[in-house]
């Protein structure tokens, strides 16, 4: 029943493993993004992707690669993690890229803990 | 410089009080605003969107400025459960939607 759903909703792991986090989203919207929470609480956008195809790529390291199977999937593959990594993840959807007031709904976040 | 700005609070109130919140955002060609609610250890939700005429929901209303760069929430008669951080956002739209969150406010109501 969940609209937007993450697995794993916590994930500790060592420096310079590589770790990946899932989202689903049953809305039936086109756009999905993927956003890290740090410690400052301050939300940041590091990817969008419509109908599969990434539209938005801010400056993130590229040990971050993201990947769309379907519209209702975006996931989030990290390398080499590093301690400065540790945050909360969150994925969102959004029915329109393009609509002025489009709504975003967010999953419930992973929080991610680097030792 | 952030695109977003908010006072990080805390605002702490009264039940029944009315507090308001600001925001200020730098760019210009912003498109779109909006209100997030979240609590602590959850996600965002969405609290209200933001009309240039301002608007209202309950005892909830937000303002746009747009020559001030300037948006605004107005709780009335607060509530234990409005205890939460509020997130101003902004929407800059080039070709795709794509929106910025200010740090939030913490707001804890007190009995």
């Known amino acids: 029943d969940t609209a937007v759903s993450q697995t794993p909703k916590y994930l500790v792991t060592q420096m310079g493993n590589d770790k990946s986090i899932k989202c689903e989203q049953n809305?039936?919207?086109?756009?999905m993004y993927w956003y890290k929470q740090d410690s400052k609480k301050f939300l940041k956008i590091m990817f969008s992707?419509?109908?599969?195809?990434?539209?938005i790529n801010e400056t993130v390291p590229n040990r971050f690669s993201p990947k769309s199977p379907d519209k209702a999937h975006l996931n989030l593959h990290i390398n080499s993690l590093e301690l400065g990594d540790s945050a909360v993840y969150f994925c969102?959807?959004?029915?329109?890229?393009?609509?002025?007031?489009?709504?975003?709904?967010f999953g419930p976040g992973t929080r991610l803990t680097v030792l | 410089r952030k695109e977003v700005e908010q006072d990080p609070g805390p605002f702490n109130v009264p039940e029944g009080a009315t507090v308001a919140f600001n925001c200020t955002y730098s760019?210009?060609?912003?498109?779109?605003f909006f209100w997030y609610r979240q609590d602590c250890r959850k996600e965002p939700k969405l609290l209200m969107s933001?009309?240039?005429s301002g608007n209202e929901d309950g005892r909830f209303t937000a303002q746009l400025n747009r020559a001030s760069q300037y948006i605004s929430l107005l709780i009335r008669d607060s509530k234990l459960s409005d205890s939460a951080t509020y997130l101003c956002?902004?929407?800059?739209?080039?070709?795709?939607?794509?929106?910025?969150f200010g740090s939030g406010t913490k707001l804890n109501v007190k009995p």
């Open positions: 969102a959807s959004s029915q329109d890229s393009r609509g002025s007031t489009d709504t975003q709904y």
């Open positions: 809305l039936g919207h086109d756009t």
């Open positions: 992707y419509n109908n599969k195809e990434l539209i």
């Open positions: 760019n210009s060609a912003s498109q779109s």
């Open positions: 933001v009309y240039s």
């Open positions: 956002v902004v929407n800059i739209r080039d070709n795709f939607n794509k929106f910025y």
